[in-house]
């Protein structure tokens, strides 16, 4: 007992000196995850930053550290600049998609689930969360492959059918839809979806009934109503959640690599340059790509409030 009497009084010392200063206990709580965020974080995209300016000897393929914006101007290079454009266009649409799907769900998540089956909607938006990202990767490569469901049941339909032969013919990007921009892009989709209906809904949830009733009271119908007062109201959680589903689709890697067709994006191309092409200065140019562009599209979606959505 007489040996806890020094441990408990220093315990007790500590305790009234934090008491005392609340500051140096907040600054000692965030001190070590700031840390990790400042060096290994915002450290790795300083160095990556500092790379892009850098350039290689085409000779002897050693990096020079010198500052120059040469390696910038690669990107503008046809074969460089297509995976660019590819990947920005994947993410856009990609996006679009989501909010055509998920607006509908989270209306009616928002606006008409009620108990058990408000538990039921968010039990199932949360579910394909909860699985594996890779499993759910070759599960779809399987089911878009030549043998795959699709394939089966587009064949089912007959080759007369329009959906049929679409679905059985070679598509755009590869031999089947397993290989195909199609198949990258229903991939995305499915995958990046939950992202868009959970703050889409939250949104949602904010509008005031009333509005909606004085809408109705003033003579506006169904469609003026969800127009004028539903869709300025739910934007910021369409912004939000498209954050989500552009960003990770701009940087994905290995949905292009195991659905997607030979023609490069964004994650691939940074792999490829940093792998087996040496040229490191060419892939940090790649990476800064989607953070410049993520850094504009979250400068305007805090001035739409997107934030607010969160």
Known sequence: MESAHPARGAFDRMTALFWRRPKLLTALLIAPPLLWLGVVYVGSLAALLLQSFYSIDEFSGIVVPEFTLKTYAELLIPSNYDVIVRTVTMA???TLASVAIAFPVAFFAARHAKGR???????????????SYLVKVYAWKLILAKEGIITWAA???????????????????GNSLSTSYIGTFLVFVYVWLPYMILP???????????MLEASADLG???????????LPLALPGVIAGSIFTFSLTLGDYIIPQIIGSSRFFIGQAVYSLQGTAGNIPLAAAFAVVPIVIMLVYLAVARKMGAFDAL
């Open 155 to 173: 064949e089912g339909i007959g080759a007369g059918n329009v959906l049929g032969a679409v679905l059985a013919i070679p598509v755009i990007g």
């Open 220 to 230: 506006a119908r169904g469609w003026r109503t969800f127009r004028s007062v539903i």
């Open 200 to 210: 889409m809904q939250a949104s949602l949830e904010r509008v005031p009934t009333s």
């Open 117 to 131: 089956w408000k538990a039921v909607f968010y039990l199932g938006v949360m579910l394909p969360l909860w699985s």
């Open 92 to 94: 856009a649409a990609v």
